[in-house]
């Protein structure tokens, strides 16, 4: 089918919810994806983070053939044996205690932000409110967007869920300031995704966590885009000598299969009984088998080492870009989470749409900040290669700039 059928037929069935780029997918390979009209692009957005092992990768593939003729689903109210595997091989990797498996990470964060206020109303305590950050992105459904901050996401759906404040990024003293005995949370990604690529100060991550201990309130760990390997470490968590009281993951658990978790304390875990919570996808047998598959090729792979080492060439290379471009305001980013912010939001959209020209996947968050999430299988030469594509992009576009 041709591009044009496809944009005529979605203009006319579908909830127009995404601006799409012109580019019909038909097939991936590795840290490649191609198009329908047979051209070739980098992948270094990996589905926004979720196909951390690139695409068609055989260990992935081998996993979903064998997983597919024997069993996808039975729902919950069964056991079957990958749930249980999978949930040993999180909670030992993170040093949490239990899981809880769902569909996507918004689900799993509306898990959380139920787990503490459960965990509130059991000790039978006024806490009801929630704490989140400026910048914050956790996702689409009613709680999660309560405890978003960006207002293009909140306004078309208010009234929405009440009890939530924000705090200033990294501002420990406005983190003090708010921080009372009504907070029965604290809401932080490690690394902010969709607020910019922003990592959270070693300062303000531990005096959240001691603030929530004194007040005996959970710190609730927003790992669906920073965690499982990205950063360098399994969790980006780790990156602090913390431990949250529960963590959630998605994006890249199960490579591209529906995967959502939510992780907790044996203490936040007591609180939780059956009835209280469920789903009827979360945690089938194909997905779940899925997933273990990918830790198993992270680690059999060394590909948190790869992260980091490899994570920290790219941002080196971006940094040198730095120095010799006037549009970049900065880099930032930890491991293969990166960001570049520029000086404008039309010049990021410009510079996106160069690189696609040139056949390289990447997008814009924050309106200003160019991402980068490649696969977690990204060569060195692949990092060079959209790196020496973005420094063209970037002089092609400031020397329009100049002529206008």
């Known amino acids: 089918?041709?591009?044009?059928?496809?944009?005529a037929i979605e203009g006319k069935v579908l909830l127009q919810t995404y601006d799409r780029?012109?580019?019909?997918?038909?097939?991936?390979?590795?840290?490649?994806?191609?198009?329908?009209?047979?051209?070739?692009?980098?992948?270094?957005?990996?589905g926004i983070g979720v196909n951390a092992l690139g695409h068609s990768h055989p260990a992935v593939t081998k996993a979903i053939r064998k997983q597919a003729g024997r069993l996808i689903h039975t729902s919950n109210l069964f056991y079957h044996e990958f749930q249980s595997r999978l949930a040993l091989e999180l909670t030992k990797l993170s040093g949490?205690?239990?899981?809880?498996?769902?569909?996507?990470?918004?689900?799993?964060?509306?898990?959380?932000?139920k787990i503490a206020r459960?965990?509130?109303?059991?000790?039978?305590?006024?806490?009801?409110?929630?704490?989140?950050?400026?910048?914050?992105?956790?996702?689409?459904?009613?709680?999660s967007v309560a405890t978003t901050h960006t207002l293009k996401y909140r306004e078309p759906f208010e009234p929405l869920m009440p009890g939530v404040k924000?705090?200033?990024?990294?501002?420990?003293?406005?983190?003090?300031a708010q921080f009372d005995d009504e907070v029965c949370a604290i809401c932080i990604e490690p690394v902010q995704g969709e607020g910019g690529i922003n990592p959270v100060?070693?300062?303000?991550?531990?005096?959240?966590?001691?603030?929530?201990?004194?007040?005996?309130?959970?710190?609730?760990?927003?790992?669906?885009?920073?965690?499982?390997?990205?950063?360098?470490?399994?969790?980006?968590?780790?990156?602090y000598g913390i431990k949250p009281d529960v963590v959630t993951l998605a994006k890249p658990i199960a490579n591209g299969l529906p995967l959502?978790?939510?992780?907790?304390?044996?203490?936040?875990?007591?609180v939780i009984h059956p009835g209280m919570h469920g789903t009827t996808f979360g945690g089938g047998a194909l997905a779940c088998a899925t997933a273990l598959a990918v830790l198993d090729t992270i680690k059999k792979d060394k590909l948190l080492a790869h992260n980091r080492e490899l994570g920290a060439h790219f941002l080196k290379l971006l940094r040198k870009l730095d120095a010799r471009h006037p549009a970049i305001q900065d880099v930032r980013g930890v491991g293969l989470m990166l960001g570049m912010?520029?000086?404008?939001?039309?010049?990021?959209?410009?510079?996106?749409k160069d690189l696609l020209a040139k056949g390289t996947i990447i997008n814009r968050t924050h309106e200003t900040v160019l991402r980068f999430l490649p696969p977690y299988i990204v060569t060195a030469r692949q990092v060079e290669q959209v790196v020496e594509a973005l420094d063209e992009a970037l002089t092609s576009n400031s020397a329009a700039s100049a002529r206008k």
């Open 1 to 7: 089918m041709k591009l044009a059928k496809v944009k």
């Open 21 to 46: 780029l012109p580019v019909l997918l038909t097939h991936g390979k590795g840290a490649y994806l191609y198009g329908a009209d047979g051209k070739k692009y980098l992948d270094f957005l990996s």
């Open 96 to 113: 949490m205690d239990r899981a809880f498996f769902c569909n996507s990470g918004t689900e799993a964060w509306e898990g959380a932000l």
């Open 118 to 143: 459960a965990y509130a109303h059991e000790k039978k305590n006024r806490k009801w409110r929630f704490l989140a950050l400026e910048g914050s992105f956790h996702g689409r459904t009613f709680g």
């Open 166 to 176: 924000f705090v200033k990024f990294n501002d420990v003293a406005d983190l003090e």
């Open 201 to 239: 100060s070693m300062e303000f991550m531990h005096k959240a966590r001691a603030l929530a201990t004194k007040h005996d309130a959970l710190l609730l760990a927003d790992e669906i885009q920073c965690g499982m390997g990205r950063t360098g470490k399994w969790f980006a968590f780790q990156h």
């Open 260 to 270: 959502g978790a939510v992780l907790v304390t044996e203490k936040v875990a007591k």
């Open 341 to 352: 912010e520029l000086d404008s939001a039309d010049r990021a959209k410009q510079v996106v």
